[in-house]
């Protein structure tokens, strides 16, 4: 069963910008983890926010949490092309501790 | 280098024929487990292992075996390959089942 779901499904952007996605989820979580994906391969892990809190930073990327919402924000700034890729979500339940990804969002940065 | 490395990276083969695909991790990993991603599905599990000897069933487990010998080792077995086992499969490990997943680079299996 999916848990988290991303939103948008794809996002088109320009180089330079900044890029948001959402990702949705339905019941308690453990921790939420981001994840990316270049087309075909394994996936990459970007960053893991646990459910105690709110905004965690790495580099480029800002992720907030919003436990009474039940959603998170992935923000990249100063998007470059070399971040078109998909990028995933994944639930760690709070009580049965299982592991769930969403389907993604699709990003493209044009140069 | 810590890494998971998957083998075959590519595989076609015939219903019927029993497959194994092999994951190996060099980070001492308690917790690893195999998915399957397909077109509009996104990843879903299909087994995991908290441990070694200690496997557990996904979302996804039917027509699939796997064993946990080792610590280090985490085959995902077909026992009679179907087509709607074509997919992209990929297998992760994770210190403990809590913190970041480390995926391996994929098998592409097709089943004709």
């Not at chain 1, 991303?6 to 948001?20: K, R, V, Y």
């Not at chain 2, 796997?66 to 390959?81: A, G, M, Q, T």
Request: proline residues 4%.
């Amino acid at each position: 069963s999916q848990q988290g779901e991303e939103d948008p499904q794809a996002l088109s952007i320009q180089e330079g910008e900044n890029a948001t996605m959402n990702c949705s989820y339905k019941t308690s979580i453990n921790n939420l983890q981001w994840y990316r994906q270049n087309s075909g391969r394994g996936l990459v892990h970007l960053i893991l926010i646990r459910s105690n809190e709110r905004e965690k930073h790495s580099g480029r990327l800002r992720v907030t949490l919003d436990t009474s919402k039940k959603s998170s924000s992935l923000l990249i700034t100063a998007s470059r092309a070399a971040d078109t890729a998909s990028y995933f979500c994944a639930t760690l339940g709070g009580s049965n501790y299982k592991l769930t990804f969403g389907k993604g969002t699709l990003l493209t940065v044009n140069p | 280098e810590a890494q998971v490395t998957q083998n075959p990276r590519y595989l076609i083969t015939v219903t019927g024929k029993k497959l194994t695909v092999t994951c190996s991790q060099n980070m001492n990993h308690e917790y690893m487990s195999w998915y399957r991603q397909d077109p509009g599905l996104g990843l879903r599990q299909i087994y995991y292992s908290m441990n070694v000897e200690v496997t557990d069933k996904g979302d996804v487990p039917e027509g699939y075996k796997v064993s946990r010998k080792e610590k280090r080792n985490f085959p995902l077995i077909l026992e009679s390959p179907s087509p709607n086992q074509t997919s992209l499969y990929f297998c992760a490990s994770s210190l403990v089942l809590k913190e970041t997943q480390y995926f391996g680079p994929g098998t592409r299996l097709l089943v004709l």
